[in-house]
C-alpha cells in the first residue's frame, strides 16, 4: 500500500523542468541519493514532488520528511521514524527494518537547515537499509558517499524584444502568469504590458514567484 505523499504536487506540469525530471529519473537508474540543489524558490520541492509522482508506481512507498522546523540530528531522524513507524524512535535498526520492508524512496525536503545533521542521519540510512533511494533538496551538498547532485538553475529568461509567441513560451513567464492567473483570472500578456513582463521575470533571476 503506498504511502500519502505529503509533499503538494503542483497542478498541472512543471513549467520548464520537464528535462530536469527525466534527468533526475535516470540519475535513479544507478545512484540512491540524489541531492536537488539551488537558491531558495527556484522550484526545488516541486521537483522533487514531480520526480516522486513518477517513481510511484514502481516504488512500494514514499515517505516524505519536511526538514525546515528541524534543529538537531535528534529531531532529524525522529521525524523520518515517525514517517516510516508512526511513532517516533531512536532504534536505527528498527527503522532501517521498516524503510527497507517495501521500496521505498525517502524524500528529505530543506536539508539545508539542519545540512550536517540529515547527512549523518542519511548516511546512516543508505549504510543500513539496501531498498532505500533517498531524494534530498537541499542549497548546498550533504557531503556523504554515494551522494549524486542535480542542480536546479533558474528558468530560462524572455527577451523584452521576443515575438509575443516566443515571450508567451518562456518558462519564466509562463511561471509568472501562472502566479498572476491565481490572483487576478483576467489578467492578459498583451502588447503594452509585455515590456513589463519581461523586465519583473528578469529582475527576478527567472523566479517570478
Request: with cysteine; net charge negative.
Given at each position: 500500500?503506498?504511502?500519502?505523499l505529503?509533499?503538494?504536487?503542483p497542478t498541472?506540469?512543471?513549467?520548464?523542468?520537464?528535462?530536469?525530471?527525466?534527468?533526475?529519473?535516470?540519475?535513479?537508474?544507478?545512484?540512491?541519493?540524489?541531492?536537488?540543489i539551488g537558491p531558495?524558490?527556484?522550484?526545488?520541492?516541486?521537483?522533487?514532488?514531480?520526480?516522486?509522482?513518477?517513481?510511484e508506481?514502481?516504488?512500494?512507498?514514499?515517505?516524505?520528511v519536511?526538514?525546515?522546523?528541524?534543529?538537531?540530528?535528534?529531531?532529524?531522524?525522529?521525524?523520518?521514524?515517525?514517517?516510516?513507524?508512526d511513532?517516533t524512535?531512536?532504534?536505527?535498526a528498527?527503522?532501517?527494518?521498516?524503510?527497507?520492508a517495501?521500496?521505498?524512496?525517502?524524500?528529505?525536503?530543506?536539508?539545508?537547515?539542519?545540512?550536517?545533521?540529515?547527512?549523518?542521519?542519511?548516511?546512516?540510512?543508505?549504510?543500513?537499509?539496501?531498498?532505500?533511494?533517498?531524494?534530498a533538496?537541499?542549497?548546498r551538498?550533504?557531503?556523504?558517499?554515494?551522494?549524486?547532485?542535480?542542480?536546479?538553475?533558474?528558468?530560462?529568461?524572455?527577451?523584452a524584444?521576443?515575438?509575443?509567441?516566443?515571450?508567451a513560451?518562456?518558462?519564466a513567464?509562463?511561471?509568472?502568469?501562472?502566479?498572476v492567473?491565481?490572483?487576478?483570472?483576467?489578467?492578459?500578456?498583451?502588447?503594452?504590458?509585455?515590456?513589463?513582463?519581461?523586465?519583473?521575470?528578469?529582475?527576478?533571476?527567472?523566479?517570478?514567484?
Amino acid at each position: 500500500m503506498h504511502a500519502v505523499l505529503h509533499l503538494r504536487r503542483p497542478t498541472g506540469a512543471i513549467i520548464g523542468r520537464d528535462d530536469d525530471v527525466r534527468a533526475v529519473l535516470g540519475l535513479f537508474d544507478t545512484h540512491r541519493l540524489v541531492n536537488l540543489i539551488g537558491p531558495g524558490g527556484v522550484g526545488k520541492t516541486s521537483l522533487a514532488a514531480e520526480v516522486a509522482h513518477e517513481l510511484e508506481p514502481e516504488l512500494g512507498r514514499i515517505v516524505t520528511v519536511e526538514l525546515a522546523e528541524t534543529e538537531h540530528q535528534s529531531d532529524v531522524f525522529r521525524l523520518v521514524a515517525a514517517s516510516v513507524l508512526d511513532e517516533t524512535v531512536l532504534d536505527e535498526a528498527r527503522v532501517a527494518a521498516a524503510l527497507d520492508a517495501v521500496p521505498t524512496l525517502l524524500v528529505m525536503d530543506n536539508c539545508e537547515h539542519v545540512i550536517d545533521d540529515a547527512a549523518a542521519v542519511l548516511a546512516g540510512v543508505l549504510a543500513t537499509t539496501t531498498k532505500t533511494r533517498v531524494l534530498a533538496t537541499s542549497r548546498r551538498p550533504l557531503e556523504i558517499a554515494g551522494e549524486v547532485l542535480w542542480t536546479l538553475s533558474p528558468l530560462s529568461l524572455p527577451d523584452a524584444d521576443d515575438s509575443d509567441r516566443a515571450l508567451a513560451a518562456s518558462p519564466a513567464v509562463q511561471l509568472f502568469l501562472e502566479r498572476v492567473y491565481q490572483a487576478v483570472p483576467t489578467f492578459e500578456l498583451t502588447t503594452a504590458n509585455r515590456g513589463a513582463v519581461a523586465a519583473i521575470c528578469s529582475a527576478a533571476d527567472g523566479i517570478p514567484l
